[in-house]
C-alpha cells in the first residue's frame, strides 16, 4: 500500500518469557514492523518509563544474562532474515565484556545496528568504528534538550541514521506531535541524516502526523504493554499485537 507507514517496533528481550518474545516478534512483523528494537534488558534504565522498567525487572529477576538475549534475537533473525533489528541498550552492558568483542558478537546474531541512548556521539568507546567493523551502524540518539551546538554537530557527524527522541523524559506517555516537534526533526536532519523518531508513540494519528518527517516512526512502550496486559492469554496478546502493528503502519 502506498500509504504504508514505515514502523520501528520495540521489544524487551525475555519478556515475558523467550517464546513469547519470538511469537510477538513474528506478530509484529505480521502487522507491518519493518525493523525490530529489540532491548537488552537492564537495572537502571534512564530513558524507559515504567512499561519498560517492570518488563526488564521482571526478566532480569529470572536470572537473565545479555547471552541469553542474543540467543533470542538470533532465533527472531534466523526466522525472519530480511528483517532488520537493532540491539538497544546501556553502555555499561556492552562496555563490560568490551566494545569491540560485543560488537563482534551482536553481529553473529543477526543485528545490524546499535542503539546505545546513554553513549554520547563522539565520545562513545569505540562504538561506532566496532559497528562499522562488523558490517552494523550505530544509531545515536538525539533529544530536545541537547543544547544547539552539539545538535548541529552531530546532525552533521555523517550518521546514516539517528534516533530522534520527540521530547525529554521517559518513554511511555503520549508525545503530542507540533510545530516544535517538525523544527526539532528539522535540525536533526539538517546533515542528511535519515530520522527514526520516537516516544511516546501509541496510536494511528500520531503516527500519521509524525510519518512525512521521518524515515520511521518508532513505538515501544505500546507493546511492552499489551504484553503485560495480555501475556496469560496468547492467542488474544499475539492478535492486539498485530492489530496495533497495523494500526501504526497504516495498513
Known sequence: MSDKIKLMSHLV???????????????????????????????????????????????????????????????????????????????????????????????????????????????DEGLTAACKANGMINIPVAAPSMAENRLEKLSHAGFPFIYAALRVGITGTDTVIDDSTMHFLQKVGAGGSKIYGGFGISNGKQAKSLAPSVEAIVAGSVFVRIIKDYQHDEAVLLQKITEKARELSGQ
Open 13 to 123: 528481550a525475555g519478556y515475558p518469557t523467550d517464546e513469547l518474545s519470538l511469537k510477538a516478534a513474528h506478530a509484529l512483523i505480521e502487522g507491518g514492523a519493518d525493523i525490530l528494537e529489540i532491548q537488552l534488558p537492564f537495572s537502571d534504565p534512564s530513558a524507559d518509563g515504567p512499561a519498560i522498567q517492570t518488563a526488564c525487572t521482571q526478566v532480569l529477576n529470572r536470572g537473565y544474562k545479555t547471552a541469553d538475549g542474543l540467543a533470542l534475537i538470533k532465533k527472531i533473525h534466523d526466522r525472519h532474515s530480511s528483517t532488520p533489528i537493532y540491539l538497544m541498550s546501556y553502555g555499561s552492558l556492552i562496555y563490560t565484556p568490551g566494545v569491540a568483542a560485543f560488537c563482534k558478537k551482536a553481529a553473529s546474531c543477526g543485528v545490524s545496528g546499535m542503539i546505545i541512548p546513554d553513549l554520547p556521539f563522539d565520545y
